[in-house]
């Protein structure tokens, strides 16, 4: 049995186990590949690499390998680590929620594009935490610690998944739903945690004008973020309305928002 220390970059992340190859004297110098079964982990992780380091206080983890050569003949081995063993299912929650709260919510600053899909807002990485946008509305619902948690709920359950995937907007964060009214599409931003009203535009049930209005209404939040809302508000906006959220009782409010919205719909 052998120890040393290996550096968490190098390591490999799998589905159930973390791989790593190391340099065994006396084998014609060739680098053996070990893996340590952890069922927790999955290739996605790798880029919580860097919160896995600070969780660990260390950017190495001691690794013991054991590994039977007969006739220069790699027979057996095995590595065990009590360092990796600490990365169980509580750590990685904790470590996806600093992950989702600095890198998501709050760490990619906008671009020129502003409805985003989860690939964008994970930076576009082949390797995604969260693979589709449900699943990452889901894990901040679950939280319930953002202001219009509820709000979203119900939004996310009115949502036309079938014609729009749901869009993020990254400063502030918040979120774009496609709702379907009697005569008319309507698509819903809702902020995650910051007390500004909600903002819907109204759009004709064809396909070429639901293409163009959602092209048209990408510019108008990228006007909206770097000239204010106010202006935009003061432009008089044609087939666009808005809900100012009630806070002086949570729900109350959620009641008052749910009713106003479904007066729009129709």
Known sequence: M????????????????????????????????????????????????PYFIRFLKSTTVLVNIRATFQNNRLVFKSATSNDLDKINREVIESVKFRFLNK???????????????????????????????????EYILALKQYKHHRHLRYLSQK??????????????????????????YHLVWEKLDTEEATYIWHIEKSAYEFERSIKQIDGLLGQ????????????????????????????????LWKDLLEEKLF
């Open 103 to 137: 890198e998501i919510i709050k760490g990619i600053l906008a671009g020129e594009e502003n409805l985003l899909d989860a690939g964008q807002v994970q930076g576009g990485s082949e390797k995604l935490i969260y693979t589709n946008e449900d699943d990452l509305l």
């Open 2 to 49: 052998a120890g040393f220390n290996d550096q968490i970059e190098q390591l490999e992340f799998r589905f159930g186990s973390i791989a790593f190859k190391h340099l065994i004297a006396g084998f014609n110098n060739k680098k053996v590949e070990f893996e340590i079964e952890n069922l927790n982990v999955r290739p996605e992780f790798t880029v919580l690499k």
């Open 159 to 184: 949502h036309e998944r079938t014609i729009l995937k749901l869009r993020f907007v990254l400063e502030p964060f918040s979120f774009v739903f496609l709702l379907s009214g009697n005569n008319q």
């Open 224 to 255: 909206i973020r770097t000239k204010g809302r106010q202006q935009y508000l003061e432009t008089n906006p044609q087939q666009f309305s808005r809900i100012v959220h009630d806070y002086t009782n949570d729900h109350k409010g959620f009641i």
